[in-house]
């Protein structure tokens, strides 16, 4: 048994002061408000429940700082990305994932849904282990002290009746088939859910998509939406139908769906999101470091899409820097304020994000659920007189800001460093090796 004492606590009643903790098995079995601490471990600031980073591409990281080449275009930045992605085995792939993932410890990050598309060794040929690069990514979420749920992805085509290029003959089984044989000799675990993907409706052919649905019917099930204008084009040329159309004709919505940037949408788009329940997974700093655009946020939460948030490519990791821009994108789209409130943005980043990518009982400070905390520091030349409500954490506060995380009970960050690992050095020596 631990115990742990809160200055402040955000509970899934609100606010409350003089929080005490106790946590057995990783998970918390009484909070008591009011409480002297006695000799629990204090944690003094803003505490709030642990973040889930609902899209990752681990590798991508590793790309931060190096694709503003002149000015850089999305062009740029892709062919950029197929370098690294070209350079990578399991065994680099598991040390530059194991230091990304001690950055998101650092950023109040408990849990990250993985799109893994990186499967197999260049041109496409199979590792003796035909999942070892899956399994690199779980073993660097376990050993840097983060669940994951790996979103295994289908990856069939170059783009719609487009032929894959050499790079991409690594992100590829073939067809929906065989990615699903590959992928049910994955094993999960208590830390670890295994999901499926499909790259998006670019990747995987329409005649596919349904396969890709009904292959693990009860896992989180995610996919790329109309993340730029081209691909919507594309679509509707090869089929006669949005991107969103075409994945509600072949059954992929639903309320264990996520639709990952939802950025180009037409009304019934929307609709058809907020109908099934499908999740809307925005990833605001990616979005506007790709000039990709900004996402309906507003119209798909009214519709009945919850919305969900990610890192993506990590040109930043940090979950309250995401928060905020669906906030202050809405503004600069409409000139208006008001669209979302500190407390729905911090469900969007805790509770639902959890749900969505299959820890339901995570999220929230309460009897039952994973010991999950992150303390915001209210002394910090950002957050110092901001009053550490609700809003400081979103409006605010920073990853800069995070003292300490519990992670299923675990105390992996004390005083700004994870205690397993020099982030910053792994980061360094990790990412030299796939950079050279």
Known sequence: MTTYWCE???????????VLLTVVGGRFTA???GADPGDATVLNG????????????AFHRALRGRTQTERGTFWTWREQMYAVAATLTPDTYYELARAVYGEMLLAGITAVGEFHYLHHAPGGRRYDDPNAMGTALIAAARDAGIRITLLDTCYVAGGIDQPLNEVQQRFSDGDATAWASRVAQLSGGDDVVIGAAAHSVRGVPQDQLGAVASAFPDVPLHIHLSEQVAENEASLAAYGRTPTQV?????????????????HLTSVDVGLLGSSATYSCFCPTTERDLADGIGPSVHLRDAGSPLTLGSDSHAVIDLFEEMRALELNERLATEQRGHWSASELLKAATADGHRSIGFPDAGAIEPGARADLVVIRLDTVRTAGTGGATETAVFAATAADVSDVIASGNHLVADGKHIRMDVAAELAASIAAVTR
């Open 46 to 57: 803003l505490v709030v429940p642990g973040l889930a980073n609902c899209h990752s591409h």
């Open 247 to 263: 994945l509600d004709e072949t059954g992929f919505l639903s309320g264990r769906t996520s639709a990952v940037h939802a950025t």
């Open 31 to 33: 909070v008591e408000s």
């Open 8 to 18: 402040t606590a955000l509970l899934p009643s609100g606010l409350a002061s003089r």
